[in-house]
């Protein structure tokens, strides 16, 4: 396969319709065609080195209806960052706590129904941040590390165990040392849908592939994993704000 050797990467306006939309134009020697991505950044166009630029935008737009549904569902998957401000709300285990923001020597962070208090010598962004991912990470810990062995009694499997993981790419991860690696953020998903990314990885310890005898012992453990699975793909960003 030839190097496609980076030329050029600048930012260029698309007239779609009635419309101009911003975008990334690279250029590479030795590609051949216009690509079109669409991702959280915006579009990207990957052109050949010496395609003139009218050339290059009158075959992205005879993808302009492509272009504008793409842009469409990543505007609408698009999730404000966190406010750590008195009275932001914030996920948890599928609800919602309202974040109540109080001053005091000793910082610490409690839970009281639906809101979450959060005590610190200074009500200022960073110290509030840090205590509410605190407060996930030991309460993620403890809700994980329960269904991790309620489920894995279910599934007759010694359990596993299990670490946190920051990833924002992927929920969870297993291997043949019978480590188990969940997201700390996961905790903010509805319970059914932790259970399911759950039993998906304890799956894995008997099959450690995505074979269609692990995905009958996925079934097995979670008989409704299907409509899960397309749930959690439909909203995981909902859980990665902070």
């Known amino acids: 396969m030839p190097t496609r050797e980076l030329v050029s990467r600048d930012l260029h306006r698309l007239a779609l319709g009635a419309q101009r939309l911003d975008y990334v134009l690279v250029r590479r020697r030795g590609r051949r065609g216009v690509g079109l991505k669409v991702d959280e950044t915006g579009l990207t166009v990957s052109a050949p080195a010496t395609m003139a630029l009218a050339k290059v935008e009158a075959l992205a737009r005879e993808s302009e209806r ?27 285990l599928g609800a919602t706590l309202t974040l109540q923001l109080a001053t005091g020597l000793r910082p610490r962070v409690e839970r009281a129904g639906d809101k979450l208090w959060v005590i610190v010598r200074k009500c200022e962004e960073e110290p509030v941040r840090r205590a509410v991912v605190g407060w996930y990470k030991r309460a993620a810990l403890d809700h ?5 062995l309620a489920l894995s009694q279910a599934a007759r499997l010694a359990p596993p165990r299990l670490m946190l993981s920051s990833a924002l790419g992927r929920w969870g991860s297993c291997n043949s040392r019978r480590e188990l690696r969940l997201a700390w953020r996961l905790v903010k998903a509805p319970p059914a849908l932790v259970d399911y990314v759950i039993c998906h990885e304890l799956a894995h310890l008997r099959h450690m592939n995505h074979s269609v005898a692990f995905w009958a012992e996925v079934e097995r453990q979670c008989p409704d994993y299907r409509r899960l699975r397309d749930e959690l793909f439909a909203t995981d960003y909902l859980y990665r704000s902070f």
Not at 71 to 88: F, K, L, N, T
Request: aromatic content about 12%.
């Open 66 to 92: 492509w272009i504008v549904r793409k842009i469409a569902e990543w505007s609408a998957r698009r999730v404000p960052a966190a406010e750590w401000v008195d009275g932001a709300r914030l996920r948890y």
């Open 144 to 148: 994980l590390a329960a269904r991790v």
